[in-house]
């Protein structure tokens, strides 16, 4: 059976990263004998949209709908494409076009990093972000009123469906469930956000109820960042809004000593649309071109899609090869700078793809 | 001239750190002279809930305008009355009904304090946060519609005014002009919230053509809470939406050790009406009744409200009080046990009163 996968770099280094997450991935499809077949697409990048005045071409739904898998890198350049241009037309589009709602975020501290956190070591920080994906805060609904004057309002509206609320937490539920300490936490922020918050609450409770085996606290989203910092290990599996869920990822992995080897899977769990894999890190113009991205976001993104098209033992190898390098450390490995080594974004592909 | 505050303890341990605050006070204004008269009321919290089925007496606005400042504990107790209805009752209510639209909150990791960071020292965290306070995420705009049924849906509107954004940012833009770094950040999202975020982008560019002194960058928020783990000596003074400075206020000093030290300040800069000020921390129910609190919060709150009266060199003589406590460490002062010392509130209260 072949596996037929997108591939869109995007911006930035998207563009860096994604030639070493199909490096390992083809590895890990010759050594397990599975059939990947790759077909590169260059829209949802910001020159796309320069040249053509979209972010996509019309038929995009239709082209990709046809994929068991999208395989990404990052979109966005502010100085090209304002961001609420680029990400609307393009990454936000999938997410809710393809109804994958669910966006799962591991957050581990691996072997070989450094923690910002002081005496922090693997085992320590190893909890899932389960973030909604489809509707929330990031709404289309809202506008501007007395355009250009003192008086000049916005307004944008959080919308918040029990459908949407309960489908994430069933998964955020059931996995928790088959995670060894059986824990969840909800964030919320129902003391300030006196409406949506308090409904997330409401439908925490009714789900949790089929759920008796899972512990379930819930913090407000500014003491729950706190308790990041200052007890990682708390957490188990958080389930939060697509806001929320969007800061405690980014938040989870630099907790872990860097955003460059977070990966990210935008899941529609029923798989009637492509699932889309994409390092938590976007496109980083800052760094773009150099050379010295950190591509393990991007490989362990390979074995998260791999995982979800059903070839487990591939994904694992794929993650004891990062494992592996990392804790060899910047002395023996290639480490990117931002590991505090001096390998480039290819020497360390290869390196990882050498392992596996 | 005598200055009249608005004592309220609140809940939980507001009730207990309110009185080692008001010690310091007494004391401060002993050595320097002020006149302060303080007059208790036992509104805003739970039990005065419980008892009146409302969080204030129908006259607290008038009662309350009366005064030069508030000097505010906590309040919340989720238990007895839900948090949406008891903050949106009171504290936050008090946040508009003043016109308190700033919401100052340094965070300086102070001498003797450990931060969960690896390897940071007094000198490297030092920031303000200045928190729009009024408006924003937290509205009382929305609803539910389908109520019982599977299509339930819930909506609540942010809203941010011109003139709210406009007044926030001049009064950030001015403290980082009077500080010796120069600097501005701007915590926004306006990749994902795609109408009020992008507006809060142009206000920024907007009034920093005014300021060509200050430095003026800008983070979206999932970004910019990984970086006050990874590089919190970046920031000087951050500027922030309602809900967005919650977050950053919560998170900046959790990376200072500890938010049982943390004090704010709701400011109305006109001084039409009273300003309030309250620790970070909240009514922590979870330690509440144990006397073990932190009363450092409450007391650094004390200090801001001097200064902010017009007594800066007691305010700071305050804190130069707390710093020297702190600095003994847990061996040699009764630290409380957040600071891994074997202190009480009071013990620790009164050591930094006699420090005074
Ligand atoms: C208690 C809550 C409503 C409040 C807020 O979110 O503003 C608190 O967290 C704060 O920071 O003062
Ligand atoms: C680029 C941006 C719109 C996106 C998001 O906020 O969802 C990114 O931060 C992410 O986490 O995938």
Redesign the interface.
Known sequence: MTHRIAAIAGDGIGTEVLPEGLRILEAAAKRFDIDLEIEHFDFASCDYYLEHGQMLPDDWFDTLSSFDAIFFGAV?WPEKV???I???GSL?QFRRAFDQYINLRPCRLMPGI??????REPGDIDFYVVRENTEG??S?V???MFEG???????????????GIDRVLKYAFDLASKRPRHKLTSAT???????????WDERVKAMASHYPDVTVDQFH???L???F??HPDWFDVVVAS??FG??L???G???TGT?GVAPSANINPEGKYPSLFEPVH?SAPDIAGKGIANPIGQMWCGAMMLEHLGHEEAGKAIVDAIEQVLAAGPEQAPLTPDLKGQGTTQSLGKAITEAL
């Open positions: 966005g304002p961001d609420h680029s990400l609307w936000l450094k923690s910002p956190l002081a005496d805060e990031y289309s809202g506008g501007k004057t003192e008086r000049e309002v916005v307004i944008q509206d959080t919308v918040m469906t029990r459908t922020k129902s003391n300030g956000i006196s409406i949506t918050m308090p409904y989203i500014d003491i960042t706190a308790n910092v200052l697509n806001l969007d800061i990822s980014d938040l992995p630099a907790c955003i976007g």
